[in-house]
């Protein structure tokens, strides 16, 4: 049962242009999601996160949109630039018997074409 | 400048031997995670950690153990390697739960 879903393997965008990277997710219990971009041979980096007591949260290029009602967020990355081909992990997170743990998604890899 | 860190890139092992993998973080972070990585799966989490000598199972604990004995180091041991295992190996560490977690290069091991 994957409780946090990418339903897009791949995304090839333009230069300049904007990618929007979708996630959707069940567990409602989920309150904090995050945006890790990997490329290969190297270990995920963490791009951007947001609390479920928002909706947007911006960092330069990168937003993350946050739809509760959905269950659904979203990673717009503007303007795209050749180095941001990666692939990208939507995680999200519960407390779990006092602890927490990550759960994530099955990523979608991003293609911009200069 | 943080790091985690693991003690090998590439690994191959024969079907049935003891295998070691260990990680090291130099951010004094309570919390330390390994995963696996598969086409098409994405990460799964195999075990955590949130304090030494403590430990949870994942999602697919199946064929693993961990040993927590020092705040920074955290090691997965695979008792009999299968085929099966043979995946990307990623540790991570975090500070909390809303802080990001920070990963280790991996290890890819490959068992035959």
């Known amino acids: 049962d994957q409780q946090v879903k990418q339903n897009s393997p791949s995304l090839s965008v333009q230069e300049g242009r904007i990618s929007i990277l979708n996630c959707d997710y069940t567990n409602s219990m989920f309150d904090y999601f995050l945006w890790y971009k990997k490329y290969p041979a190297e270990g995920p980096t963490f791009l951007i996160s947001i609390s479920s007591i928002k909706d947007k949260n911006e960092d330069g290029r990168f937003t993350v949109f946050l739809n509760k009602s959905a269950k659904h967020l979203s990673l717009h990355i503007v303007p795209s630039q050749p180095g941001d081909s990666a692939v990208y992990f939507c995680a999200a997170s519960s407390e779990v018997s006092g602890t927490y743990k990550y759960i994530f998604g099955t990523g979608t890899r991003l293609k911009v074409l200069a | 400048d943080v790091k985690v860190t693991q003690s090998s890139r590439y690994l191959v092992k024969r079907t049935g031997e003891k295998v070691f993998l260990e990680c090291v973080q130099d951010?004094?972070?309570?919390?330390m995670f390994w995963y696996r990585q598969d086409p098409g799966l994405g990460l799964r989490l195999i075990y955590f950690s949130y304090d030494v000598k403590m430990k949870e199972k994942g999602d697919i604990p199946e064929g693993y153990s961990v040993s927590r004995e020092k705040k920074e180091r955290f090691s997965l041991i695979l008792e009999s390697a299968s085929t099966n295992q043979t995946s990307m190996y990623l540790c991570?560490?975090?500070?909390?739960?809303?802080?990001?977690?920070?990963f280790g290069p991996g290890t890819r091991l490959t068992v035959t």
């Open positions: 951010m004094d972070h309570e919390n």
């Open positions: 991570a560490s975090s500070l909390d739960r809303y802080y990001e977690q920070y």
